[in-house]
């Protein structure tokens, strides 16, 4: 798909139908994100993949319960590696560009799928420390976003922006 017709197609999706997705789809959204920059190429970030009916449902409860999120055939949490960021960016590292790292990996991930034919929705709205201790991650590493991706049972109105004059700080300095 064309980059740009990939952005515009880009939306959040809330229902997905049963169907699996292919190895193939999955594998090229993993070297879609392993292609992501990040802070002194670190790649300080880690992704869970979950599949498991139980692993989806204890999800979606530690997500204020957004149940639609345990019915995506594939969920992919990711992770922000604390450590790893802190060891070469210190303060910076750990607040700041294991986050950007993570979360650029996610928007890459979302742009893949969608590239693909397939639909997905960033969920920030979570209790961190249960989604912690569901995908077993040590202390360090911060969940920061949870990707549900699948096929598409619904095609939502699309959501409105501001103006561009609007998201600019100033026109001209
Ligand atoms: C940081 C962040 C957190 C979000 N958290 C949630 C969430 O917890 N649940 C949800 O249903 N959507 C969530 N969304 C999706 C937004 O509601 C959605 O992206 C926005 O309304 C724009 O709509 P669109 O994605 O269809 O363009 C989140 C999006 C972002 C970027």
Known sequence: MDFFKTLEERQSIRSFTEQKIEKSKLEKILK?????????????FKIAIIEKKETKEKIASAAFGQNFISKAPLILVFIADEKESAKKYNQRGKELYCIQDATIAATYAMLSATALGLASVWIGAFNEEKIRKIIKANEGLKPIA????????????????????????????
Do not use: H, V, W
């Not at 879609?32 to 300080?44: D, T, Y």
């Not at 949870?146 to 300095?173: D, Q, V």
């Open 32 to 44: 879609a994100i392993n292609i992501a920059p990040s802070a002194g190429n670190l790649q300080a």
């Open 146 to 173: 949870i990707i549900p991706i699948g096929y598409a049972a619904e095609k939502p109105k699309k959501t409105p922006r501001k103006n561009i004059s609007e998201i600019l700080f100033k026109k001209m300095i």
